[in-house]
Nanobody, 130 residues
Framework: QGLPAESGGGSVQAGGSLRLSCAVL????????MGWIRQAPGKEREGVAC???????SNADPVKGRFTLSKDNANNMLYLQMNNLNPEDSAMYYC????????????????????????WGQGTQVTVSS
């Protein structure tokens, strides 16, 4: 299986929860970015949450207070805990990361998703019914 590789999607009712997991390429340095991106049919790709090499986490406005990104450095795993899901959260969720050596101290990791994230998983589907 190639990396990154995400899993944990499924179908839930509004108000429910899911936890996505992603096995990521391990980096021994601090110059990288990785995170979660989603895309619904007919909509643009949207950054959800991300983390940089310094451990700083950013969350997109629509998921603030509901989604929590975490990283298990020892096991090279990235997670996205999604609570209080609503139908607008339905999308294909991707785990992605930059190449090693990326360092953009003036940029939030969400702003780099469209141009700098090089490695992508195949996606895991999240469907939230009303």
């Amino acid at each position: 299986q190639g990396l990154p590789a995400e899993s944990g999607g499924g179908s839930v009712q509004a108000g429910g929860s899911l936890r996505l997991s992603c096995a990521v390429l391990p980096y021994s340095h601090n110059e990288y970015y990785m995170g979660w991106i989603r895309q619904a049919p007919g909509k643009e790709r949207e950054g959800v949450a991300c983390i940089d090499g310094a451990g700083r986490i950013s969350n997109a406005d629509p998921v603030k207070g509901r989604f929590t990104l975490s990283k298990d450095n020892a096991n090279n795993m990235l997670y996205l805990q999604m609570n209080n899901l609503n139908p607008e959260d339905s999308a294909m969720y991707y785990c992605a990361q930059t190449k090693r050596g990326e360092y953009h101290p003036k940029s939030d990791c969400l702003s780099l998703i469209q141009t700098k994230y090089h490695y992508w998983g195949q996606g895991t589907q999240v469907t939230v019914s009303s």
